[in-house]
């Protein structure tokens, strides 16, 4: 176990060294001058040359990179003020330090990827292994039959349409806004509802789908047939072995969609004016912001690296006969 993840873990170093290397690069691909965003409206070229000072901007793309990781680590102080490490410089829109924007923003981004991952998660195996459970009945052809015509839906357009439908027209559930946990847990619980069920639905789609086929795959496998002709209970089989083994490619596909579930959190984010990570990240394109854009994604990449390594370290603990070397 320790040598796999010690191996996963240098794996991820390198995943995520190329993926900041490769948004860096592709940021100074772009004909503009991120200088002309801090400079003003009266900019004159002594001011832009030093500005382009001040930023790095000066120095080879190369040595601006070099110059932007080793900060990361050891911390800067640039001429607007001391950046402590992990240092993700200043904002070139706002002139603000990325880390701390980052931190501000992160409660939103995880509220609402983690609540989102919940719902689907619960309905979403509750009514796959319930239609693999009543195979062939007008139950399993009821939930089979929603899971596709949900998952052909799309945020930008599920997002608008309930807004419409729940908030504006009807007032049946509140207008989404984050609100600390800390500062009122059902505030928080009502703001977040919405853009937690819009989230969720193509996953829940996805998910029953799945449930559906990995458990009737399990009902077929030897040792479950051995069980059932032991004389256990149906219940008692379809749960301490089908519904364990069923859970393997279920989490294998968990590790995998979180970079999905993060993407849709981008667009959530964007349909319901949740100030977090991923309308951070788009506001930063849009203002070809690089440390705040390299921050964001930095930042999200490592999560997801880490997420998948915990997912790949829990089959052991999920199936037995699962052993990592």
Known sequence: ???????????????????????????????????????GKNCTPDNLKIIHHNLGLDHPVPVQYYNFMVRIFTGYHYSAGNCPAPCFGYSFANSELVWPTLMDRLPTTLSLAAGGMAVFLLIGLATGMIAAWKRGTMVDKVFSSASLVLSSMQIYFIGPLALALLVYNNQI??????????????????????????LSIIFTANYTRMARSTMIEQLQEEHVRTAVAKGMSGRYVFFRYA???????IVTILGIDLGSLLGGAMITEWTFQLAGLGRLALDSVLHADLPMLMGVMLFSATMIVLFNIIVDAAYAFIDPRVRLS
Do not use: E
Request: hydrophobic residues 55%; aromatic residues 16%; contains cysteine.
């Open 1 to 39: 176990m320790l040598r796999f993840l010690v191996r996963r873990t240098l794996g991820a170093v390198v995943i995520l060294l190329f993926i900041s290397a490769f948004t860096f690069f592709l940021f100074f691909a772009i004909p503009h001058d991120p200088a002309l965003l801090s400079c």
């Open 173 to 198: 559930l509140d207008q989404p806004k984050y609100v600390p946990i800390t500062d009122n847990p059902v505030a928080w619980f009502n703001g977040l509802l919405l853009p937690w069920c819009v």
């Open 243 to 249: 519904w364990r083994g069923s859970l393997i490619p």
